[in-house]
């Protein structure tokens, strides 16, 4: 059986380690040593690293764990990650063998230009453009690419799981909040956020379904979300203007 458990690293990262009792492969080791830890405390045999985009803290560790274990590194070239062995682009396929499971490749641009995300039945690898209740900011592309990528990723399924790179998730409800106040899908959301952090436990996975219906980012053609807004002095209410509109305003909130 293969399991899913979340490395808590640096601050408020994620690495991910998919796992089986013997092989493993890791999502963003920001940092080798927690992963060196879990890795040496399960007994586990790591087998591959996959990165979905080069921000330091997603690669930090990446050089530290290669010298301890030879293994290939998956992701899109990009001259600012040189740790890429297996480079990836849109369409292409993932075959983790020792643990079963078959990646698509989908490119996700808007955060950084070289961001991927991993795809299974059932499991999203997103990274930094999907968070729970939240997106990434646009660091390189255009607000278009960004939501653009939103949009591709909402259209998988509900049961979706999404594995996001950072603990973002109580911040990001109280934006949520103030964008739809009468949601009581978000209300319920920021209960069980409550309670899963007072009891140290991760956020996330969320669902795909969760994320649609809490998610302001992908909520840009909402009655609520798009009056908030107007109060504020949106005037164009086509769905990238809320949604362009939606992210400045989350960078000052």
Not at 53 to 70: F, S, T
Not at 89 to 95: A, I, Q, V
Not at 202 to 226: G, Q, V
Request: with cysteine.
């Amino acid at each position: 059986m293969t399991d899913i458990t979340a490395i808590p690293a640096l601050r408020d990262n994620y690495i991910w380690a998919i796992h089986n009792g013997q092989y493993a492969a890791v999502v963003d080791p920001g940092e080798a040593s927690p992963v060196l830890d879990f890795i040496n405390e399960k007994d586990l045999q790591l087998n591959a690293i996959l990165c979905t985009h080069r921000h330091a803290d997603h690669i930090g560790g990446v050089a530290k764990l290669r010298e301890v274990y030879n293994v290939p590194v998956y992701g899109r070239q990009h001259p600012g990650n040189p740790h890429i062995s297996h480079g990836l682009r849109e369409g292409n396929h993932l075959k983790l063998d020792t643990l079963g499971i078959n990646f698509d490749i989908l490119e996700i641009p808007g955060h950084l230009d070289d961001h991927l995300a991993f795809v299974a039945p059932g499991i999203l690898f997103c990274g930094d453009v999907l968070f729970g209740a939240g997106c990434g900011r646009n660091f390189e592309g255009t607000p278009a690419q960004l939501h653009r990528s939103l949009q591709r990723l909402a259209q998988l399924p509900g049961d979706t799981r999404v594995y996001s790179a950072h603990e973002y998730t109580a911040a990001n409800l109280r934006f949520a909040l103030a964008c739809e106040p009468h949601n009581q899908d978000i209300l319920r959301r920021i209960e069980q956020v409550a309670q899963q952090r007072a009891e140290n436990l991760p956020t996330m996975p969320s669902s795909i379904a969760l994320e649609k219906d809490t998610n302001p980012f992908l909520r840009c053609t909402r009655p609520e979300l798009i009056r908030t807004l107007q109060r504020q002095g949106l005037s164009d209410t086509d769905e990238l203007s809320v949604f362009i509109a939606l992210r400045e305003w989350r960078n000052h909130f």
